[in-house]
């Protein structure tokens, strides 16, 4: 089983950027599909983006143009490039690791903890 660990969350002002990092232990990420998934209080878990096991990336509307997934093999780890970052971007955010290059909650099985992301108007 893949365990992982977000970091890289924190206070930052709207149209300014952060990277979050995902680090994978246990299994080699490239051998998932990795995706970011996020949750602001009271609402839904909403797919953020992703990225397959053959690198190809995908992203929910809401964050096209903005934010952009990429993977490195060696350190193991996922990223989430963050840029003009909005206040309704706030929330919780989660990396999960599945099999399908999808968007659904459901077809990830692993999740780490979660890392806060805070936009200040």
């Known amino acids: 089983q893949v365990h992982l660990l977000e970091s890289g969350g924190g206070l930052v002002q709207a149209g300014g950027s952060l990277r979050l990092s995902c680090k994978a232990s246990?299994?080699?990420?490239?051998?998932?599909?990795m995706g970011w998934f996020r949750q602001a209080p009271g609402k839904e878990r909403e797919f953020v983006g992703g990225?397959?096991?053959?690198?190809?990336?995908y992203y929910g509307d809401s964050v096209k143009g903005r934010f952009t997934c990429s993977r490195d093999n060696a350190k193991n780890t996922v990223y989430l490039q963050m840029n003009s970052l909005k206040p309704e971007d706030t929330a919780v955010y989660y990396c999960?690791?599945?099999?399908?290059?999808?968007?659904?909650?459901?077809?990830?099985?692993?999740w780490g903890q979660g890392t806060q992301v805070t936009v200040s108007s």
């Open positions: 999960a690791a599945g099999f399908s290059p999808t968007r659904l909650v459901s077809d990830f099985g692993s």
């Open positions: 246990g299994r080699f990420v490239s051998s998932y599909t």
């Open positions: 990225i397959s096991r053959n690198g190809d990336t």
